[in-house]
């Protein structure tokens, strides 16, 4: 069994900055994809950033060249650095691991005040 559990989130003003982390246990870490995705009220849940096992990077359209997502293999852990952040950046971001099947965090409330 896989638990995801993500911290990171809070609230910050227009322009600042956040860093979301998400711990892993189990032993498929290493080897899942692991993506943040997140959910605005009334929208649907979208991927925001994914990493591969490798190492090779995607991120949604809305965010790119503002967030960077990076993983720790040794500890078990995700990352997504979140920078530049917008109102529109508001939401409850998740953290997703995908290896044979979909694990999920809990996920953690980010607010981004104008």
């Known amino acids: 069994q896989v638990q995801l559990v993500e911290s990171g989130g809070g609230l910050v003003q227009s322009g600042g900055s956040l860093r979301l982390s998400c711990a892993a246990s189990?032993?498929?870490?290493?080897?899942?994809?692991m993506n943040w995705y997140r959910q605005a009220p009334g929208n649907q849940r979208e991927l925001v950033a994914r990493?591969?096992?490798?190492?090779?990077?995607n991120y949604g359209d809305s965010v790119k060249g503002r967030f960077t997502i990076s993983r720790d293999n040794v500890n078990g852990t995700v990352y997504l650095q979140m920078n530049s952040l917008k109102p529109e950046d508001t939401a409850v971001y998740y953290c997703n691991a995908f290896f044979l099947k979909n694990y999920w965090g809990q996920g953690t409330q980010v607010t981004v005040s104008s």
């Open positions: 990493i591969t096992s490798g190492g090779s990077t």
């Open positions: 189990g032993a498929i870490f290493s080897s899942a994809i």
